[in-house]
């Protein structure tokens, strides 16, 4: 199974400033997603990191304010951007563990709250 | 479009006390269901994969089962360890992860 590490683990921020979270896997890959988990919800898909182009945007997020940056096989980030109380979530980076119709692997998490 | 529900929301178990969560899906091409724990604050751990009905796999105290419409992780005699919130989710023809809200299982020595 893929190892994957968040960075930061958790995090306070101001309304208003952006945060920017890493996912680092120890193998390469071809697909990277990132998901949002609201404090007492499930996991919903924010978008499908390419390497080599643009994100791919689910429904309900835009770049704008979920840019991410994908420079190799191993490494992807999220940024959350002007953020408000309401970006308060625990975000996760996911990767497919040998196919897209396989299983798939979480990191730890990042716990964000905004002030 | 499509959707994973499951159900109780909460399940408080006594020590040894089996039971059953289920996880009822509509998908348009069911290419695989999957069962997760999460621990709070943590991501969530992969546990099962189940591709067609009448599968079944188990580890340890958990046995998943597959039918046409649902899903069940059956925990028997769990220990206090078992508690944590079950997730279901299923992949579907575009390939997607949709899951369900999930079921937190308390179990109490």
């Known amino acids: 199974s893929a190892v994957i590490s968040q960075k930061p683990s958790r995090d306070i921020c101001q309304r208003g400033t952006s945060l920017t979270i890493q996912c680092q896997v120890d193998?390469?890959?071809?697909?990277m997603f990132w998901y949002r988990q609201q404090p007492g919800q499930s996991l919903t898909l924010i978008a499908t990191?390419?390497?080599?182009?643009?994100?791919?945007?689910e429904s309900g997020f835009v770049i704008d304010k979920f840019p991410i940056s994908r420079p190799n096989l191993t490494f992807s980030t999220l940024t959350v951007s002007n953020m408000s109380p309401e970006d308060s979530s625990i975000y996760l980076c996911?990767?497919?563990?040998?196919?897209?119709?396989?299983?798939?692997?979480f990191g730890q998490g990042t716990r964000l709250t905004v002030v | 479009e499509d959707q994973v529900t499951q159900s109780p929301e909460a399940l408080r178990l006594q020590e040894g006390e089996s039971s059953s969560l289920n996880c009822s899906y509509t998908?348009?091409?069911?290419?695989?269901l999957f069962w997760y724990r999460q621990d709070p604050g943590k991501g969530p751990e992969f546990l099962f994969t189940?591709?067609?009905a009448g599968e079944e796999k188990e580890k340890e105290r958990l046995k998943a089962t597959l039918t046409k419409k649902e899903s069940f992780l059956h925990i028997t005699a769990p220990k206090p360890e078992d508690s944590a919130t079950y997730l279901c989710?299923?992949?579907?023809?575009?390939?997607?992860?949709?899951f369900g809200a999930g079921t937190t299982v308390t179990v109490r020595a």
């Open positions: 990191a390419n390497q080599g182009s643009e994100a791919t945007y």
């Open positions: 193998s390469q890959v071809t697909m």
């Open positions: 996911s990767v497919d563990s040998r196919g897209s119709n396989t299983e798939a692997f």
């Open positions: 989710a299923v992949r579907a023809y575009d390939y997607k992860l949709s």
């Open positions: 189940l591709y067609s």
């Open positions: 998908v348009s091409g069911l290419r695989g």
